[in-house]
């Protein structure tokens, strides 16, 4: 991602329009190359499920950014996209359930369907 900023002065008449960019604020997370006006990450990974979106705001100077330069800022707003990296987790890692000892199961063996279940049966005889 680049940002770029236009100066109207004459080009050609010392540093007048001559521009360097730089953060002011989101520089905990992004940089700005001074020259070309590139944004880059300024950390090794940022995570869209701690947070998704970022505003960083970009000021232009001109006269190189030398003393009595003019400049002009951006508000450049970044939206993280999704990777997948998150594995599907269940609430708890053991889940018990309990079943009445009168219950019947079905006979799942017959037709097309076969099925086998294991269940903990509490405070009865499992036939
Ligand atoms: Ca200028
Ligand atoms: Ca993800």
Known sequence: MKVMASDADDPTY???ARIVYSVLDGEKFFTVDRQTGVIRTAVADLDRETQDRYELVVKATDMAGQM???SG???VTIVIT??????PR???????AQ???GWKFIDTTRGEERGRIAVRVHGGNCR
């Open 14 to 16: 010392g540093s007048s």
């Open 68 to 70: 009595g330069g003019l």
């Open 73 to 75: 800022s951006t508000t």
């Open 82 to 87: 999704d990777v997948n990296d998150n594995p």
């Open 90 to 96: 269940f609430p708890q890692r053991r889940t018990e």
């Open 99 to 101: 079943m009445n000892s």
